[in-house]
């Protein structure tokens, strides 16, 4: 099925011709049409699916037919979990609604940054993704209106919610007007999700999107036996061995990751990390370097992790094993992507040994353990 046969304005085609977007995904095919028809949608679908465009296309072309917002009251919220995600989401609106009226203009509002110039931004603004916590403070500043807000999306409801959001959600959403349009989109269906969905959605379009297998077979998995007081010397010694130019390297914890990276520069490597406590601006900095290949090592934790995709991506490292085997999973497949091989390596410490054959008999993969108590550490 074409995206000329979706509903799209000829505006919102030509902006998918020019990015090269031949074929919509299945979540796209899925959400646009009813989304178009003002119908409340709950979708479970993955990150890397395609929701973003999936939303953004259709509500795009309800704003192209509808006057410009009032000064400071947005018709469109979007909720999210992160500040990465509010970035790359509002960069989606923009990339597809280049081609539209002028006046459709979107906003990303998060935290880590100074909200005067956030403040100063709202003027005329029609789409605005944010963060709960930044767009409280917006409102407590009379800053922004979500009276005339008629379209609300939440993506990825789980991660908000696990973290601690659900306060802040509920007083959001009493701020709301009664009669909306409500999007929710999850990786999964949870107790306190459903219970959401149930509160939120009016007889919603149910669509669930499985995901599609991992390409494990492009990843080349090995794991190293190793003390946890070796990690660090082993780590240093696989990244100056392998010749590693560009490696992305998981912990569990923000301490976790500002220790290894000061143990990596102190060993001549030019590392950083991503994470919840780094200020906005340093973030960015770090993921915009990793790209473009100056930065050789990234370290971050899960939460930073969303946002960082890099098609070409050749080393993976956990540090540390994630609690879940789908977030090791997760993990890997940020490289062997886009058809190209990939290299995950595990540290693994007595202690994470039982856990990590759980990890692996879910994954349905057998990964080799190699034992580096031989190896020669010193100076690493």
């Known amino acids: 099925m074409p995206f000329s046969s979706l509903g799209l304005s000829p505006a919102l085609l030509a902006v998918l011709a020019e990015q090269n977007y031949k074929q919509p995904y299945p979540v796209q095919e899925a959400v646009i049409p009813p989304v178009l028809q003002g119908k409340d949608i709950l979708g479970i679908a993955q990150t890397g699916s395609g929701k973003t465009a999936a939303f953004a296309l259709p509500?795009?072309?309800?704003?192209?037919?509808?006057?410009?917002?009032?000064?400071?009251?947005?018709?469109?919220?979007?909720?999210?979990?992160?500040?990465?995600?509010?970035?790359?989401?509002?960069?989606?609106?923009?990339l597809f609604g280049s081609k539209l009226r002028e006046g459709i203009k979107t906003l990303a509002v998060h935290g880590g940054v100074s909200i005067n110039p956030q403040m100063m931004q709202l003027r005329s603004v029609d789409i605005l993704v944010a963060t709960p916590g930044r767009l409280l403070e917006l409102?407590?500043?009379?800053?922004?209106?979500?009276?005339?807000?008629?379209?609300?999306?939440?993506?990825?409801?789980?991660?908000?919610?696990?973290q601690g959001f659900?306060?802040?959600?509920?007083?959001?959403?009493?701020l709301l007007p009664a009669k909306r349009q409500?999007?929710?989109?999850?990786?999964?269906?949870?107790?306190?999700?459903?219970?959401?969905?149930?509160?939120?959605?009016?007889?919603?379009?149910?669509?669930e999107i499985k995901p599609e297998p991992q390409q494990l077979d492009l990843i080349t998995q090995t794991a190293y036996a190793v003390s946890a007081e070796r990690k660090g010397p082993?780590?240093?010694y696989l990244i100056k061995q392998k010749e590693m130019d560009q490696v992305l390297v998981f912990t569990s914890s923000v301490h976790k990751a500002n220790s290894v990276v000061s143990k990596l520069r102190g060993n001549g490597i030019h590392a950083d990390s991503m994470h919840s406590q780094k200020s906005q601006g340093g973030r960015t900095?770090?993921?915009?370097?990793?790209?473009a290949g100056t930065l050789h090592v990234l370290v971050a934790t899960d939460l930073a992790s969303r946002g960082i995709d890099i098609p070409f991506l050749p080393y993976v490292i956990n540090y540390e094993l994630p609690r879940s085997p789908k977030d090791y999973i997760h993990r890997i497949g940020r490289t062997g992507r886009a058809e190209a091989p990939g290299n995950a390596i595990s540290l693994v410490s007595p202690d994470e040994e039982h856990h990590?054959?759980?990890?692996?008999?879910?994954?349905?993969?057998?990964?080799?353990l190699i034992e580096s108590h031989d190896f020669d550490l010193k100076g690493y």
């Open 182 to 207: 409500n999007l929710l989109f999850s990786a999964t269906l949870g107790i306190d999700v459903s219970e959401m969905a149930a509160l939120l959605l009016h007889d919603p379009v149910r669509i």
């Open 285 to 291: 900095e770090a993921l915009k370097q990793f790209k």
């Open 234 to 236: 082993l780590l240093r």
């Open 139 to 162: 409102i407590d500043s009379n800053a922004v209106h979500l009276s005339s807000t008629d379209i609300l999306i939440l993506d990825e409801a789980d991660k908000m919610l696990n």
């Open 59 to 94: 509500v795009l072309e309800l704003l192209r037919i509808r006057p410009e917002s009032k000064n400071r009251h947005i018709q469109v919220l979007v909720l999210v979990p992160t500040r990465e995600l509010a970035v790359q989401t509002a960069n989606v609106f923009q």
């Open 356 to 368: 990590f054959k759980v990890i692996q008999k879910k994954m349905g993969k057998q990964v080799p």
């Open 166 to 174: 659900k306060q802040e959600m509920d007083r959001l959403l009493g």
